[in-house]
């Protein structure tokens, strides 16, 4: 009992340590985004300076960032759909009949370093002449997300009652009839959070888009070295920009977060 006190001090202590490491380098990226660059370099307005909003200005207006945003957003959206429709029939597969084999293939997939397969698939796409094209990033985003989506859904399967499938299969609905009408309305759950993860990961994804878009195609992550210079850089700019890619993913997270853990722990403790 009385070690208890000294526990919740230390507790308390090390989620606040964390919390800072955590929230210091977003909160510097924030408020260098509404300060010139003088004031950057200037450490005696580290935390009082005259905020302005050039840096936003320069950004949505003269660097084409609207264009940048919708070209994120549409590859994330189609990569996502790609890889829930690809992905959750090849997971129910997996998990209702037992093939070990395949995912066992699709575990390495999630393991191998994508900066492993970035040169093959560049050569590949060089000759097809796709590079710079919007198709070449989404099939490199799904190629990524696609072993995420089958890996949260076997889990969310493997949890599911198969009792229920049989009695829909007695009733006369056929394997694809019962996986519709029964087992995929109940893994609405797990479809979220997998596909909540898989928008994330191609929104925030850079090596891919870095390498094989186009000047017309740049999504948000590749658009920001538009700011980097070979004798300077607009660090006010670079903020700005940063924060344009990272606020609204992590708004969605924190109004999502419930959901992507609820579906993660469905998956875990059902059955």
């Known amino acids: 009992m009385k070690s208890r006190p000294a526990y919740r001090v230390f507790r308390v202590v090390a989620l606040t340590v964390v919390v800072i490491a955590l929230l210091a380098p977003l909160l510097w990226m924030v408020a260098a985004s509404f300060k010139t660059n003088v004031d950057i370099y200037d450490t005696g307005k580290a935390l009082v300076f005259s905020p302005t909003i050039d840096n936003y200005a320069n950004v949505l207006e003269q660097a084409n960032y609207v264009q940048f945003i919708g070209n994120s957003l549409w590859v994330a959206f189609a990569a996502t759909a790609l890889s829930l429709v690809l992905g ?8 209702r009949f037992n093939m070990k084999k395949s995912a066992l293939v699709v575990l390495m997939a999630r393991v191998i370093p994508g900066v492993s397969l970035l040169v093959p698939w560049y050569y590949v796409f060089s000759n097809l002449k796709m590079v710079g094209g919007f198709t070449v990033l989404v099939l490199s985003h799904m190629f990524v997300s696609l072993p995420l989506v ?9 949890s599911l009652p198969l009792e229920l499938e049989e009695a829909a ?18 893994s609405i759950p797990g479809v979220a959070t997998a596909g909540i993860l898989s928008f994330i990961f191609s929104w925030n994804n850079f090596m891919f888009a870095l390498v094989l878009s186009g000047a017309d195609t740049k999504t948000l992550p590749v658009a920001i070295f538009d700011f980097v210079g070979y004798a300077s850089i607009d660090w006010g700019g670079l903020m700005a920009a ?5 606020l609204p993913i ?22």
């Open 250 to 271: 992590m708004v969605i997270a924190l109004f999502v977060q419930k959901y992507v853990v609820s579906g993660l722990t469905a998956g875990a403790t059902k059955g």
């Open 88 to 95: 959750i029939p090849a997971a129910y597969s997996m998990s």
């Open 169 to 186: 299969l007695v009733d006369g609905l056929t394997h694809i009839g019962a996986f519709r009408r029964i087992t995929l309305p109940l």
């Open 150 to 158: 089958v890996y949260i859904m076997m889990g969310y399967f493997d």
């Open 242 to 246: 940063a924060s344009v890619v990272t």
